[in-house]
């Protein structure tokens, strides 16, 4: 039996394997480590791998951009599901280490970064190593490197490698996450959850004040919240602006569909990323007038108005 | 052959009578004259006619608040026409009345005041004598009256009378019009010509600045322009209000159904005083997006994308 | 000692008699009937009087059109108050009538039309009998009429003239009510009460779906509501329209000076039509954020960020 | 006499430092280099240097993320400039190393990420080699190391650190640039050139589906259009968001000032982050009835109206 293969930034031990490992058993995928996130999607437009994980949202390991550019640019891809991850290291050592022993500290330097002012506090005098990656610091930590005697790692890896966690729990920010997605190819989109994210590229056909109220307006007159709004410059077009959405609910409900026909109407390019499973759980907040009985009350209301019924 | 019965504001001669002749060939309708636009809209509602032509907008004769409010309360009725009609008076005369000889001038209080200025240039000396209705002061002309001299009449009903037309194109804004509509009982709506208006009553959910904002959007997010809008204040809930409603396109379209739907869903009330060709036949704008064809398309493209074709 | 000079729609007896006593003492003023709205405005801008009492919305005696066209057309002329009276009549006889012997009403037929329930039920089989105005036929049965035993009569009419009051409270629709203005030549506003309105009428730059709405937001960007929007076909410009709105608020108050502001640069012709107490006395609401003091803390805080304090 | 102090991130020879370069004379100005975004922002704050220049947009370094939110977060900070630099890497190496001899090429995953196309096509054997930044890549080389033969590095590094220029321009879409921002601490506002940027943070009162385009209606209701717009997790409050945004304008300019008054009347915070030239030197566009011209003739109009001029 062939496992689905699934491609994610890799080495093992990044906080995207931990995104992984969130949305599926070990056991049952093939997990392919990719150089970065443009290498993880391209093998899946490529049909080298079913799926890839990738960090879309608010990141310590960068790509965010670039995830969001890639998906919209290309052969179709679409999003099938998410999961949000706090943003959390612990600091590992070899065993034997104690946390007064550590004189340099070695992470990414986006790991460093996102716990600055924890080692300022608990570490003062300590150096910081920028390494190519956060599990690259540790690996080199496992065997032997000399340069520094601990490592931010994402949570788990420490263990896995035969390193000490001198702390956990590591960050300046509790409430800091990283948000990530399982990409596809497209087929039918996962049926509806009641608690579903729909994302979208948008590009406005001017530049007015007025336009982005207007688009915005297809979302509001179906009553569509946004969880997500990200004006892209056009590199393929300077001075305009592509719009990078996600909206609260499914393509399947007829208030989301509707507003993407209105979407579709009236703008010159829009891209569908996807209806998945919101990573929240927390079920779509429903405006009054907008459930799919009103839309089916509505539809019928016409339909006998056209007859003579009123 | 039983013909179809018209009710419309009488006696012979008023304007709404010729609104009557511009619709219908009067040798295949029974013309019903009423006292006034409430009687003849009720004598639709109770079977007693089959229609009534009465007048809607811009009146010299009054009755365009009390048609608004009476075509929306009570048993469905719905406007199945409309002709416009321009504000031109005759100034009638026995024969032999020469125009010097004016001293008095009758006519309905409103007829006298849509020719103030008119009369004031040619008439300066001439007492204005206020009649209970325009025809019933050419008639009373006609029948020998001796209060005064000329009447000003409706086009055509002086020469019916027997009396001479001392002056035509009487009205002091020679842009003024009346818009009549023909009402029926609700059937099948008339099919859509292309050039159509269709005619609503709206209650908001609250009275909020921006309650009217979001229904207007319902209309914007369509592309669906208005050609009227009145605030009503509602006499059931004083301090609420109504609005009536002329959009141009027709319920058939699917612009104009999709927002039809929209205020459904996203209002207390609305109600349909129906679709049918505007008196103007200037076809309906269409802007960009949203026509028959893109509605069409953008709702295949997104069934297309719930079976995962991009 | 000169009294100040009122004209109003006459004779004696009207609806709008009754709005003049309601807003000044009789005794301080000298009432001057006029013949019709228009002639009422024409008397202010001529100078023959200092103020017209004339009826604006939703009235039984017809010139609502006329008197916002007229207000916005010609010398500027402003509202100064205005008064809300209920449309209610009394059916009034000779002594010595029983409601039994009347077997004909008369009245303007718009009176007529306002009591035809009530007629229908109380004096089923009498005749209606339209006069040229509620006054004349009540002034027509004190001198002895004999075409009709009743009369349809404002409140106190029937009194004045020695008739009998068979009926009080007389009106198919408890809540209907008629709205009266107050008309000057333009002066100093009015000082602002906290229960204001503002009077005004907007050309809009185009007649696009969005170009109401964009009318629309700024007033909605300063949270001022609207009690009465109703569009005018522009007589000068056919398929054009004017707006006639009433909005809460008095232009003393920030945030209405800044929405008068915001339809002056974006739309071809806003006239000022005057800020004066509404009659209904409820104080205007204040949204979150629009209060004058909150006018004053942002152009504070605009002007400290200005000179770099944050 | 001592020289205003910049950090940027380090080491010299970053994208960053190149953009530091575009902005000022290195001789009139002292650069510190800092370990990344958040120290460099924080040695403004703390006054050990003047100003900081980053990544705010589009980067190949990362930290946009951490720019946006760190300059809204803590002490107030102002943007006072801003530079966008094409991202075009020069491929570099040791003399005498010709293109063919490469087998292994380094720089940062991200500048690896952002040539992935150009090195597949004209190196495609190559082995990629995440270095900890681009410029420690070409440094490494300099100074003889021996797992790699080329480096990607920003343009004119490698010329100053003595090695040879394989190939210039490189990138995989010639469009991509990054925008850089100079921040420093408030003082007064930079004067207005015509062609300006305001920067922005807003926190939405609630995130109703209205929310949104209530708060960007404050900027349309003046004209006012954005040139970027992205929500942003607010990690102090699950679940809500703030926006960040650049409106093109200047705060001295009339609709720019009283659309930050609206947002501020409106919104729980609004952080201003300033108002500097724009790096396109397009002049901003005006929408008719939004210039300063326009703002005055409509003040003087309502105090004319005020004082009963028409």
Redesign the interface.
């Known amino acids: 039996m062939t496992l689905p293969r699934y491609a994610y930034l890799g080495p093992s031990g990044t906080f995207t394997e931990a995104a992984l490992l969130a949305m599926v058993d070990p056991s049952e995928v093939e997990a392919v480590p990719a150089?970065?996130?443009?290498?993880a999607l391209a093998a899946v437009r490529d049909g080298d791998v079913d799926y890839a994980v990738v960090a879309i949202?608010?990141?310590v390991e960068?790509?965010?951009?670039?995830t969001l550019d890639t998906l919209a640019a290309g052969a179709?891809l679409?999003i099938l599901g998410e999961v949000v991850l706090p943003v959390s290291f612990e600091l590992v050592a070899r065993p034997g280490t104690a946390i007064e022993d550590v004189t340099a500290v070695a992470a990414h330097?986006?790991g460093?970064?996102q716990c600055?002012r924890w080692l300022a506090d608990r570490l003062p005098g300590a150096v910081?190593v920028?390494?190519?990656?956060n599990a690259?610091a540790a690996g080199e930590l496992a065997q032997g490197a000399t340069g520094f005697e601990a490592a931010l790692a994402p949570p788990g890896l420490g263990a896995r490698l035969g390193l000490e966690v001198l702390a956990a729990g590591v960050a300046d920010?509790a409430?800091?996450?990283t948000r990530f997605v399982k990409v596809g190819r497209?087929?039918?989109?996962p049926a509806p959850t009641g608690a579903d994210k729909t994302t979208l590229v948008v590009h406005l056909p001017d530049?007015?004040?007025?336009a982005?109220?207007?688009m915005?307006?297809?979302?509001?007159?179906?009553?569509?919240?946004?969880?997500?709004?990200?004006?892209?410059?056009r590199?393929?077009r300077?001075?305009e602006?592509s719009f990078s959405i996600d909206a609260l609910g499914h393509?399947?409900e007829p208030r989301m569909?509707?507003a993407?026909?209105?979407l579709?109407?009236?703008?010159p390019v829009v891209t569908?990323l996807g209806s998945y499973p919101a990573a929240?759980g927390?079920p779509t907040p429903i405006?009054?007038?907008?459930s799919a009985e009103?839309?089916s009350?509505?539809?019928a209301?016409?339909q006998g108005?056209?007859?003579?019924?009123?």
Chains 1, 2, 3, 4 share one sequence.
């Open positions: 150089i970065d996130v443009l290498t949202e608010n990141t960068g790509g965010v951009t670039a179709p679409v330097s986006h460093l970064a600055r910081h920028s390494a190519t990656s690259a920010n409430h800091a996450a497209p087929t039918a989109v530049d007015r004040a007025g982005l109220l207007e915005l307006e297809q979302f509001a007159a179906r009553g569509v919240n946004l969880s997500r709004i990200e004006s892209r410059p590199s393929d300077p001075g602006y393509i399947d569909a509707e993407l026909m209105g579709r109407r009236t703008n569908f929240t927390y405006t009054p007038g907008t009103d839309f009350e509505a539809r209301w016409v108005l056209r007859s003579g019924r009123h």
